[in-house]
């Protein structure tokens, strides 16, 4: 007989289950998350995750609310105003250390193209982010007119994803400075005081 499955708290139990998403997409894929190698990894049994989520495309739909959440506080995505050095190696600090957060973001990214289901959960998952960018430059009274957030988003996204594959961590270091310098030309919202940052890099 196997070992028995370990009795855990609704939030630990669900909790486990989510993080071993994660850890099975970035071993195996988007293919690889099943109801018994989620709940293997996770060392639970495999009822648990209908018991949680009800079925597999709520299961992925839970962890990219979670994964998303994380990232935006781990990264302290909040604090993309004030754009500088010290930011920049702390995202690529945060990514580095569990680099399978994002991996996993981006492979569901890629299967929204392939598969209807995922893809209001991708469409979910960009408009929290660039929500997330928009609050933070609002506050400090700076014009998002014209998607700048969005701009702003997908340049960090591209630069994280070229961070985990193909880009030596030196250029995308040099290249998320630049991105905190266009952050800092954002001119203000019409009306407000003007914005330190941009009339100091006038």
């Not at 669900?14 to 850890?23: K, P, W």
């Not at 909040?78 to 569990?98: K, N, R």
């Not at 660039?130 to 630069?159: K, M, N, W």
């Amino acid at each position: 007989m196997g070992q028995p499955s370990r009795k855990l708290q609704y939030g630990d139990g669900r909790e486990a289950l989510l993080a071993a998403v994660i850890d099975v997409v970035a071993e195996k894929g988007l293919r690889g998350v099943t109801y018994r190698a989620v709940a293997a990894r996770a060392g639970v049994n495999h009822t648990l995750v209908t018991h949680h989520f009800g079925s597999i495309e709520g299961l992925l739909a839970a962890t990219m609310e979670w994964a998303v959440q994380r990232s935006i506080q781990e990264t302290g995505l909040a604090g993309i105003a004030d754009f500088d050095e010290g930011f920049a190696d702390s995202l690529m600090a945060t990514v580095s250390a569990e680099p399978e957060l994002q991996l996993f973001q981006f492979e569901m990214l890629l299967e929204s193209r392939r598969n209807p289901k995922i893809l209001p959960m991708v469409e979910g998952l960009y408009d929290t982010y660039v929500e997330a960018v928009e609050e933070a430059l609002a506050q400090r009274g700076l014009d998002t007119s014209g998607e700048a957030s969005r701009a702003i988003f997908a340049a960090l996204d591209g630069l994280m994803l070229q961070f985990l594959t193909i880009t030596s961590p030196a250029k995308v270091r040099s290249a998320l400075i630049q991105v905190g310098r266009l952050v800092s030309g954002l001119p203000d919202t019409p009306g407000d005081t003007p914005n330190p940052a941009a009339t100091e890099s006038a």
